[in-house]
């Protein structure tokens, strides 16, 4: 009876890893030429903004339909697949509204990207219950890693992909037809993506365990969710004009923007293997303190130089900390169930997000084009040539206030080795990426191995 159940999971697994596949490839070209796409249509700072706060807002609230969804007794799996079929189907009009001219274009855009929103983000809190009750909390950290890394990589051939893509037709004079063209292929993608995810298993919800002791996983979880969701909001309020200073202000091309960009994915993958392991090893809180405290130097990085390679260099440090940090706070919030159930804390922590999301991109669109060129405190002034030299500067201040006030008594809830920033800064440090990279995409392949180790030693399944 155990052995058909154990397969199924392991299968399950597998396809999972060819759904992240192609759905990073949709995401490598959708959500990283989103904003080019608006600036193509000659959207103002104001318009990214609401491109940016609209879709994360509606995407947030519609978690808790899911919640609802899967109260009322509908089956997990096939409300996945039709909420990524609904995404694939949504990006078709996108890739066709370049190629025509219409009134109100990025009106459209806008309506475009909160559908898609919604469906992506209804199915997530989905998505992430079922695969919670896949994985085993043993080895979960390398798991996703490995996954997150496949899918990193494929990611950031597309984007790059898309950048070449965009450079040619623009050249030839056709801008118009790379942008229809890379939105056809990332729709092409989804839909490929959905076929892997029809082929899964739902091995069906499990109860959550009780928490620790001293553990109160309500002020916990609380402390956590205004964290992240601070994390989100100030970044929200200045990275969606990044794309608007490089195309917009400083005149860089398609290939430039897609080197900047590019190079923060790579990162993301060069080095989630070695997060992953410190946090099996060391803890979830580690690797979200570390992770944490880099964030906020980024924006305020991008102020000292016009240089592609000094942004580059500088997205190079951001996406090493962003995959830090996105794979220690989703890792904690497993970590972080204490009672309650899974689906409801991950559609309240994406509420949460999604009100500061939309708040810091309101703002930030607001403030783009009024802030002053210059600020002063006393006799120290300070003055630049951009006018979002403000808004990164302000986005910069709220992570780091973030990070100061939000972050402070959040526990480890597993028994780890004890560790400190010196020996995440070693094992980081000797991490070689191409072997790492390679390492993962051939370990990736072959997951999960875990299941057989069990299988062997009587453990169970996940």
Sequence with gaps: M????????????????????????ATGVSDHYLGALALFLAASPAQIGWLVSLPALAGSLSHVLAVSSVRRGFPRLPVIVGGAAAQGAVLVPMALLPAISIDGAVTLLIVLAVLRAVAGNFIQPLWQSVMGDL??????????????????LLAFAALVGGGLILDASKAWGIAWAGFMALFLIAAAA???SVFYLSRMHDPGQTSAPV????????SAFLRFALFVAGMHGATALGGPFFGVHLLRDLQFTYVE??????????AQFATLNAWGGISDRFGNRLVLRTASWIIPAVPMLWLWSDSVWW???VQTLGGLAWAGFSLSSGNYLYDLRGGRPRLTMFAISAVISGVAVFSGGVIGG?????LPMAASLGDFEVSWNHPLYGVFLLSGVMRLMAVVLLMRGMAELRDVAKGGVRQVIYRLARFNSVSGVMFDLVATARKPKPERRRRQTGRGSP
Excluded: Q
Excluded at 2 to 25: E, F, H
Excluded at 211 to 218: I, L, Q, T, V
Excluded at 366 to 370: H, I, K, V
């Design 2 to 25: 155990s052995k058909p159940y154990r397969v199924s999971n392991r299968a399950s697994l597998r396809y999972s890893i060819k759904d992240g596949a192609a759905s990073a490839i």
């Design 135 to 152: 994985t085993s909390e043993r080895w979960r950290g390398r798991f996703f890693a490995g996954r997150t890394r496949l899918a990193s």
């Design 190 to 192: 989804r839909f490929t």
């Design 211 to 218: 928490a620790d002791g001293g553990f109160h996983p309500r």
């Design 257 to 266: 923007f897609m080197s900047v960009i590019s190079v923060s994915v790579f």
């Design 311 to 313: 942004f580059m260099a």
């Design 366 to 370: 607001y403030l783009a084009d009024r």
